[in-house]
């Protein structure tokens, strides 16, 4: 059974930066078609800030280009998300994704929280 869990959120000041990590277990990351960060904010739909597919593209959402990276460990399991320059709209909780065989899973999610 796959599991995704989320770590690394918290507060940091405008400009600082976060590394979030999503660990996989039930199966290797590197098989699932493709592994993303969404986030979410109360009283708006989850949007996708990044994705890493199988082959190792990447994609990104407008807000963050530039200042997110998505990346792929093999080794650990994990897909990692790094934020710099954050703002505070980048505040919201950050959940982690995943898609195999037609199969959505999602991780129980990590607060993120940008103080201006």
């Known amino acids: 059974q796959v599991q995704l869990v989320e770590s690394g959120g918290g507060l940091v000041q405008a400009g600082g930066s976060l590394r979030l990590s999503c660990l996989a277990s039930?199966?290797?990351?590197?098989?699932?078609?493709?592994v993303g960060w969404y986030r979410q904010t109360p009283g708006k739909q989850r949007e996708l800030v990044a994705l890493?597919?199988?082959?190792?593209?990447?994609v990104y959402a407008d807000s963050v280009k530039g200042r997110f990276t998505i990346s792929r460990d093999n080794a650990k399991n994990t897909v990692n998300l790094e934020m710099n320059s954050l703002k505070t709209e980048d505040t919201a909780v950050y959940y982690c994704?995943?898609?195999?065989?037609?199969?959505?899973?999602w991780g129980q999610g990590t607060q993120v929280t940008v103080s201006s």
């Open positions: 039930g199966r290797r990351i590197f098989s699932f078609s493709a």
């Open positions: 890493i597919y199988g082959g190792g593209s990447t």
């Open positions: 994704n995943s898609v195999a065989a037609q199969l959505n899973y």
